[in-house]
């Protein structure tokens, strides 16, 4: 009792502290215990400011007073350290929990952390002479391989380039035809008792002007395996057995099956990513975290900042606004692929339609490379394009749209969208999440109120079918709102959350809409690829009769200009512990969290309701 009144006050860093977590050597268990402890804290990602010692001390002192009676087996010692370990990792996590706010608290007066001018990052991109970047395969053995999600937990895709790309003004495509496109797969590494075979094909990136380089891919397989069986690891070779050109093994796991009571254990959610020594942080950052999906919410390697010739730019208008069409350069989808390899052949990832994919090319083609590179459960989901399409991954349905292909009424997106939000049964996926590129709710003076159209066009129906969260992209900075409906808050309506902070190497959004003299002209605010003007001033409400509110508007919780990903770990059916981490803190930190909670009795689907 004396040691436990002694230290029940001193900070985690003192020298009695340092000395409690420092056991005597012949308390061998105890060493188990600090490693423990550390490691919970970490996996917690929970600050060590916040330990409390007293239960560390309670801890100590039972472990002590255990290794005292040397009479006592091994085997009995161990067993109090693990009821001890128990205990102590059971009172934390009832602390931990009641330290993270929820959305039942809102609404949260809002917030927003200054720039922290100390961090600059290096938004510099990574140089084709960088070895993540350099072909390391000959021939046509694969390279660039990622695994994607079908619609259902038992189909996944599997994608890979072979052959090597050319660049110039005279290219001749490679003949897809000439390389199988294969998987060999199993619940074992040997021996491999499934077969499946896919699809080739190979694209071109040109342009009808002269001195302009034109560009063609290798051949780009995707293969679809089916029949698998839910939350299991499986490996996997990819190629062309018949010219003895496979991959090395490797592996993957199967979502969870959908149901209220199975989830991933954590999505990474990331957005505008880049391939700059920023996006790297970013990737060893959400590395980190082990997480189960990936969800990256567009604009990718940002091969558009470059000129065909390799030339690059932070402000592609500002530096060649003279070329007769927005140039690309296609190896950087190249460079990306292969830098995204290793994670991504291994975790899966689900691709969102951004701008800078756009890549307009001869005979007005656009997104030819975002559309041929990856492989979309657009068919088994019942759409008919590769922009939008809906997949379940355990109990949450996710539903992708486009945020740069037509969304009104009439059109076969909104249509789509209509049907899919009317089949979803939330007994079997209790969690709706939405994601698309532009985002509805920033207060950031970058991209304001630029996708208003296709607010007006589709928020009725995402609440009216309550979708619990949505993701964006876009803005190069991290806002999370409150829950909020036509720019009122509403405890039925989503949180949005932007989350374009991964890292490219344009600059990072900094000024607010709301900032003195910083509200955009509101005839600049269309978006330039859709057009359309439906911005128009508030009518109620603080901002009533302006553009702009001239304070952070009550429906933004949380805003902040840093680079990072974010951590979706749903806990159940009615509870998911969001956290976003910045990349210029230590793993274990956080820069905002919070549980969002679910409540289907309070906020029932309106099915029936006609907007």
Known sequence: MCICICVYNVTPFSPIARRLLHPHPSIFPLLLIKRFAFSAFAFANFSLKSINLHRIVFLYVWILFAGNNKKKKM?????????????FATLN???????????????????????DKSFRGNAIDLPDSDPRVKRSVLGFHPEQISVSLSSTFDSVWISWITGEFQIGENVKPLNPKTVASVVHYGKLRFPMTHKANGESLVYSQLYPFEGLQNYTSGIIH????????PSTLYYYRCGDPSIQAMSDIYYFKTMPISSPKSYPSRIAVIGDLGLTFNSSSTIEH??????DLILLVGDVCYANLYLTNGTGSDCYSCSFSDTPIHETFQPRWDYWGRFMQPLVSKVPIMMVQGNHELEEQAENKTFVSYSSRFAFPSKESGSSSKFYYSFNAGGIHFIVLGGYVAYNRSDDQYKWLEKDLANVDREVTPWLVATWHPPWYTTYQAHYRESECMKVAMEDLLYQYRVDIVFNGHV??????NRVYNYNIDPCGPIYISIGD?????????????????CPEPSTTPDA???GFCAFNFTAGPA????????????????????????????????????????????????DQIYVVRQPERCPVQSEVSF
């Open 75 to 87: 085997g009995l010692r161990f067993g109090k350290v693990a009821a001890a370990v128990l205990i």
């Open 93 to 115: 996590l009832f602390q931990i929990h009641g330290e993270i706010p929820t959305t039942l608290d809102e609404p949260f007066d809002p917030v927003t952390v200054p720039l």
């Open 222 to 229: 995707h293969v679809r395996l089916t029949g698998l069986e």
């Open 286 to 291: 959400l590395r980190r975290n082990k997480p």
């Open 476 to 481: 190069h900075a991290y806002e999370r709102s």
């Open 502 to 518: 991964g890292g490219n190497r344009e600059k990072m959004a900094i000024s607010h809409a709301d900032d003195p003299d910083s």
């Open 529 to 531: 690829i859709m057009g």
């Open 544 to 591: 009533s009769g302006q553009f702009c509110w001239d304070q952070q508007p009550d429906y933004s919780a949380y805003r902040e200009s840093s680079f990072g990903h974010g951590i979706l770990e749903v806990k159940n059916e009615t509870h998911a512990l969001w956290t976003w981490h910045r990349n210029q803190d230590m793993y274990n930190r956080i820069g």
